[in-house]
T-cell receptor, first 112, second 114 residues
Framework: AQSVTQPDIHITVSEGASLELRCNYS??????LFWYVQSPGQGLQLLLK??????LVQGIKGFEAEFKRSQSSFNLRKPSVHWSDAAEYFC??????????FGTGTRLTIIP | EAQVTQNPRYLITVTGKKLTVTCSQN?????MSWYRQDPGLGLRQIYY???????DKGDVPEGYKVSRKEKRNFPLILESPSPNQTSLYFC???FGPGGGSPLHFGNGTRLTVT
C-alpha cells in the first residue's frame, strides 16, 4: 500500500544545532515529494519539493532535503536552526493518482 | 496580496446546527481542496474541486458537502455537525492537483462541536 511516514512525533533541538527530520514512503516507483511547514496559528507553507534530477534540493528558509531512493526517504535538514523554526513540519507525497498525501507531522521545539 | 481566506477562524457550535465555512482565493486557481487536521493523523482531504461545478470526494467526505459555483469560492458545509467533526480545517488552492503548482493554504478554521 502507498503510505508516507514521519517516525518522529516531536523533536527538540538547541538553537544553533543542526536538524534532520525524517520522512519515509512506501511506493513502487518514485513519487513527487514535498516538505511543508506550519507555523503556530497559520496554514501550511511549501518549503521545497522533489520531482526528479538532483537528489539534493534546496528550499526556503535555509532548508534542504535529500532524496534517497534506496532508503525510500526524503529527510529534511538544516545546518543551524533558529528559534523561528519552531513549527510543525509535514512531509507530503504525490503517488501516481496525483493526490497529495500528508504524513502525520513532526513538531519541532527549539530551546535557547 | 495573493491569499486564501477562510472564515471564521474559530467556531463553536452545537450538534445538528448547520454551518458553513467559507473559503475564497484571489489567485485564479482552478484547483481547490478542503482538509481536516487532527492530532496524530496529519491532514486528510475532505473534498476537492478541479474547476467550477466539478467537485469530488477526498479521503474523509462523510458528513460534509461542498459547492463550487464560482472559481474563487469553495465553501464547506456541515449540514448536521457532530462532535467527531471537531477539528482544524484548512482550505487550499493551486493551479492544478499535481505537484507542479504548490498548494496555497488558508490560516485554518478551528471548529468545536458540542
Amino acid at each position: 500500500a502507498q503510505s508516507v511516514t514521519q517516525p518522529d512525533i516531536h523533536i527538540t533541538v538547541s538553537e544553533g544545532a543542526s536538524l534532520e527530520l525524517r520522512c519515509n514512503y512506501s511506493y513502487g516507483a518514485t513519487p513527487y515529494l514535498f516538505w511543508y511547514v506550519q507555523s503556530p496559528g497559520q496554514g501550511l507553507q511549501l518549503l521545497l519539493k522533489y520531482f526528479s534530477g538532483d537528489t539534493l534540493v534546496q528550499g526556503i528558509k535555509g532548508f534542504e532535503a535529500e532524496f534517497k531512493r534506496s532508503q525510500s526517504s526524503f529527510n529534511l535538514r538544516k545546518p543551524s536552526v533558529h528559534w523561528s523554526d519552531a513549527a510543525e513540519y509535514f512531509c507530503a507525497v504525490i503517488f501516481g493518482n496525483e493526490k497529495l498525501t500528508f504524513g502525520t507531522g513532526t513538531r519541532l521545539t527549539i530551546i535557547p | 496580496e495573493a491569499q486564501v481566506t477562510q472564515n471564521p477562524r474559530y467556531l463553536i457550535t452545537v450538534t445538528g446546527k448547520k454551518l458553513t465555512v467559507t473559503c475564497s482565493q484571489n489567485m485564479n486557481h482552478e484547483y481547490m481542496s478542503w482538509y481536516r487536521q487532527d492530532p496524530g493523523l496529519g491532514l486528510r482531504q475532505i473534498y476537492y474541486s478541479m474547476n467550477v461545478e466539478v467537485t469530488d470526494k477526498g479521503d474523509v467526505p462523510e458528513g460534509y458537502k461542498v459547492s463550487r459555483k464560482e472559481k474563487r469560492n469553495f465553501p464547506l458545509i456541515l449540514e448536521s455537525p457532530s462532535p467527531n467533526q471537531t477539528s482544524l480545517y484548512f482550505c487550499a488552492s493551486s493551479f492544478g492537483p499535481g505537484g507542479g503548482s504548490p498548494l496555497h493554504f488558508g490560516n485554518g478554521t478551528r471548529l468545536t462541536v458540542t
